[in-house]
């Protein structure tokens, strides 16, 4: 019999450590889009693995990993920003920057527009950039997503549009706010 639970109890630690290979550079990725800052992130990533462990070790069985991963995650993203607003994100930005992973050498305009992008997916309610990223930066179905957060694909799909719609706007404000860089030439300047 002991052995029945050592074999179940091995079982479990296999596919834990499978999950960890599997995801965690996306939920780093993921935690990263968010908080902006890369040890915080790293250590939100941690959390969340050790969480899981313990979820586990109490004999509680899991469904979806990758989806409870996230879930768990996510969690404990909402219940960090409920105990401690950070500073100013514009403060954040300037400080940390932002160094997509996993991207070949980008031409340094497009680089500065995937920051800005970035940016700007700061300034959504939670619940719009946290499908955002899901989505376009972690590459997860609607579905998926929907199973992370608990709520129809529906509702997931609204948030995207919402979402993405908003996003539109800022980036049309950051247009409008640019000072011109072209300038007509009038004949007094030749």
Request: charge should be negative.
């Amino acid at each position: 019999m002991g052995s029945g639970k050592s074999h179940r109890h091995k079982k479990i630690e296999e596919d834990f450590l499978a999950a960890y290979d599997e995801n965690a550079n996306a939920l780093f990725r993921h935690c990263f889009a968010r908080v902006r800052d890369r040890e915080l992130a790293k250590d939100i990533v941690q959390e969340t693995f050790t969480r899981t462990w313990e979820y586990l070790a109490e004999g509680k069985q899991i469904g979806h990993l990758r989806a409870f991963l996230y879930r768990t995650l996510n969690n404990y993203l909402v219940d960090m920003m409920r105990k401690k607003r950070p500073v100013s994100l514009d403060a954040m930005t300037e400080e940390d920057g932002f160094e997509p992973a996993d991207v070949p050498e980008l031409p340094a305009e497009i680089r500065e527009e995937m920051e800005e992008a970035v940016r700007l997916l700061s300034r959504l309610d939670d619940m719009y950039a946290a499908v955002i990223t899901m989505r376009f930066i972690d590459e997860m179905k609607p579905s998926e997503i929907a199973h992370v957060l608990d709520v129809s694909e529906n509702v997931v799909s609204v948030r995207l549009h919402r979402g993405v719609k908003q996003l539109r706007e800022f980036w049309k404000e950051r247009l409008l706010a640019r000072p011109s860089t072209t300038r007509v030439q009038t004949p007094s300047d030749t």
